[in-house]
């Protein structure tokens, strides 16, 4: 395997942990929600909140807007942050109520690059949320990049990047623009980053050592 070549990582990984089937949500606007209350936090956090939108019937750009800051800090209370990340849901609610009529639809209409420029005007939204919800609601090939995908291609690759947005454009120069490709790939790093290359990487387990820089030339004996 040449350095780096992201196809062959990408078929190694998907060989091993197969489908991811991301994101786990019923509709584009709760893909929305999910991304935000993500932040900092592991995701069955994130489901508790959303299932609690769900009981109070609050999972909806009205229902969110009908609630006061405090209430719906309430409800989302197992995410962490909860005074924060109230705050940004309700600017994100109110951002697509007064610029598209409340229509994702119409807001996703938008190229990827306005979306993203629109997605990271907004409070509370950074480039690993506003990726995730280019590519997981709007269905348009957006690299996500996490501390998962840097802490990855350092070790696998041995590559550093200046920023996440040059490690996102190196992955998308490398890979074609496909939404499915874009979707699994992200999912699977982040499955590696969980069980394998964590902080202390468990090298020896790793499903892909044999092709990874950093097993190759600090791990094996
Ligand atoms: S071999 Fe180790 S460093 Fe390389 S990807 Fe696997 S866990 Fe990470």
Redesign the pocket.
Known sequence: MKRCDLLTLYKSLYEFFGPQHWWPAQSKFEVCIGAILTQNTAWRNVEKAIANLKKANKLSLEGILSLSEKELAKLIRSAGYYNQKAKKLKAFCSYIKENYEGSLEKFFSKSIHELREELLSLHGIGSETADSIILYAADKPSFVVDAYTER?IE??CNLRFNSRDELKKFFESKLPKDVKLYNEYHALLVA?GKH??RKK???LE?P??KK?Y??KNN?KA
Do not use: D, E, K, Q
């Open positions: 990855i070790r696998f590696l394998f290359c990487p468990l090298c790793c892909i050592n990874c950093h097993y791990v």
